[in-house]
């Protein structure tokens, strides 16, 4: 799916969730005409949209810089985004005909109702999003009688790369991407560094279903979420978030491939 494309669902499900709200009136909003719901929480959601998203996004590529588990990240910035948030909510409810909070608990309790919303639709986004792929990977990981179906791009027992990478980063295997001397080996649960060539480590990945996409980069076909177009240029969005860019000269095997 294209970034764009997606985007364009979300924004439909965002306003499908303020007219929802609008239907029931949380908040003792009820009380106001269907109209007035109307148009006070569809603007608000894809309001809200536009805040948490960016903020989501940006927790997810801070916690892949930092090797920090993305969830957490997610939960963090949605605490973030919401002070933002219920500023936009306390002025669209007020239309300047009130004060602020006077006191920290009233401001809490705005905060805390934008919270339950603003979470709930967060949490929404990030479960059916290519990065929510990171939490279903780790259930993949530790229930695995449960979800009988292999997860994307498992590297098999037996392959030789398996035992090079740390027991922390499952066996979910992403992306291997190259730095200096070093193989950085992309797993749903994170990233290290191991030291060998990245065509030592293709070599001993016989069998995972995969491509050398760029001289510094192999990518596992299960773990390509979106292909990403800027002219002449190419680039795989993975599961994980991560972007792998794709040399000119791998463009037609890739597509050949099926994968573009």
Known sequence: ?????????????????????????????FAASFGWRLLYWVPLIVAGYLIYRPIGAAATWLG?????PIGPMWVVATLVATVPMTVLVWAAS??????????????????GQVLVIGGAVTLLLYLRSPRGAVLRSQVDERSPESLPEPAPAAVMPGSPFLDRLPPHLGTTLIALEM???????????????????????????AG?????????????????AAVERDGRNVRLELANGLRAPVSRERVAALREAGWI
């Open 64 to 68: 892949l810089r930092l090797q920090l």
């Open 94 to 111: 007020c239309s300047g005909m009130c004060r602020p909070p006077d006191s920290i608990d009233r401001a809490l309790i705005w905060y």
């Open 179 to 205: 730095e200096d001397h070093y193989v950085r080996a992309h797993t749903m649960l994170g990233s290290d560094l191991i030291l060998m060539r990245i065509r030592d480590a293709i070599a001993e990945l």
């Open 208 to 224: 995972v279903p995969g491509m050398q996409v760029h001289r510094s980069w192999w990518v596992a076909q299960a773990a390509v």
């Open 1 to 29: 799916m294209s970034t764009v494309r997606q985007i364009l669902i979300e924004l439909a499900a965002m306003v499908a969730i303020g007219i929802v709200l609008a239907l029931i009136g949380p908040f003792g909003s």
